[in-house]
């Protein structure tokens, strides 16, 4: 354990209200990033190099472990895939090791959160065409799990009537954090059980600290990086966004399903450029975006040692090394 504080696993019974959806609702779990920022924290709790979504930086579970058991909360494994890099595979494999388990895509390269998105997103379109996608980074740290599943559940349920529109989930922010997305909702478009859907006016990812002071103080909000919507416009936003990367995975999609999958995913890997999701298809103002904010969440991105500490504090608790 880091501290004594214990962020234990939900419940599945208290979700008995949201069952699975059908055979069409998917995950994505991002779990290819190196968590560079962290990685003296890590090497001090581990002795190792793992990136941060393999470590138990807040709680007792690793950060990937945390986000499975969320996930599966509402999807079940063998609709769920961790997109992770070749290099990581270890650590993976000692986080799945006797745990129902989902698909492992691990990509020979890193092209950055574009490929991470997308390339799932295709392996996804050429076995369920009219599956509901909803992406999830692993490196986030939330609290009220159940809670925020059950807001997910409401948010993927609207998919279908919003075919071509991608649904982003995003927090009330509490302080001008340069280092997030930020989000300005627009009018009202619809409603779920959980409250309204707003247009996005504008989306800007990392913005100035002056212009995240403005915003903050305009009252956007923080982009979570959880987001829903149909795979067939996930695809059509990569060909319209990113059409070289889009090429290139279209072209994988040849020999998905054959002996031949791993070569193409690794040559498609190769040639594909790196990009970033949210700069390159989010802040695509041609897109129709939709948001859903999260009240009342104990989240953080645990992107830096001082967002880790702070959660911890907020969690009131201080674990030995946090004094280191």
């Known amino acids: 354990m880091n501290g004594s504080v214990a962020v234990t696993a939900p419940s599945s019974r208290s979700f008995r209200a949201w069952p699975q959806e059908g055979g069409h609702l998917w995950a994505i779990v991002l779990a290819g990033g190196e968590g ?56 993976v494999e000692a986080e799945l090791r006797g745990a129902p388990r989902p698909h492992v895509l691990a990509q020979a390269y890193d092209r950055g959160t574009a490929a991470g998105v997308l390339l799932p997103a295709h392996w996804i379109s050429a076995r369920d065409p009219e599956a509901t996608v909803v992406v ?41 954090e340069p280092e997030y997305g930020w989000i300005e ?6 409603w779920t059980a959980r409250g309204p859907l707003h247009r996005v006016r504008r989306f800007l990812e990392k913005p100035s600290l002056a212009e995240a002071d403005a915003l903050f103080h305009a009252g956007c909000l923080w982009n979570m990086f959880v987001f829903a919507a149909r795979v067939s416009a996930l695809v059509d936003a990569g060909r319209s966004c990113v059409p070289l990367l889009h090429d290139r995975l279209s072209r994988m999609e040849l020999f998905l399903g054959t002996q031949h999958e791993p070569w193409a ?20 103002a041609s897109l129709s975006l939709v948001v859903s904010a999260v009240p009342e969440l104990t989240w953080c991105d645990l992107g830096t040692p001082e967002r880790v500490a702070r959660t911890w504090r907020r969690l009131g608790v201080a674990p030995a090394w946090l004094a280191s």
């Open 36 to 91: 560079l920022r962290l990685r003296t924290l890590t090497r001090h709790l581990y002795g190792d190099e793992r990136p941060k979504q393999f470590a138990a930086v807040v709680g007792a579970r690793s950060l990937l472990r945390q986000t499975l058991d969320r996930v599966a909360l509402l999807i079940p494994p063998e609709r769920t895939i961790v997109v992770t890099l070749a290099s990581h595979g270890s650590y």
């Open 136 to 176: 999830f980074p692993s490196d986030h740290f939330v609290l009220e799990e159940s809670a925020f599943m059950c807001h997910v559940a409401d948010v993927a349920r609207t998919v279908p009537r919003r075919s071509e529109s991608m649904i982003l989930l995003a927090a009330e922010a509490t302080n001008p």
């Open 185 to 190: 909702p627009g009018e009202t478009v619809a």
């Open 265 to 284: 995913m690794r040559q498609a890997c190769m040639l594909a450029p790196t990009a970033n999701f949210s700069r390159a298809v989010l802040q695509d």
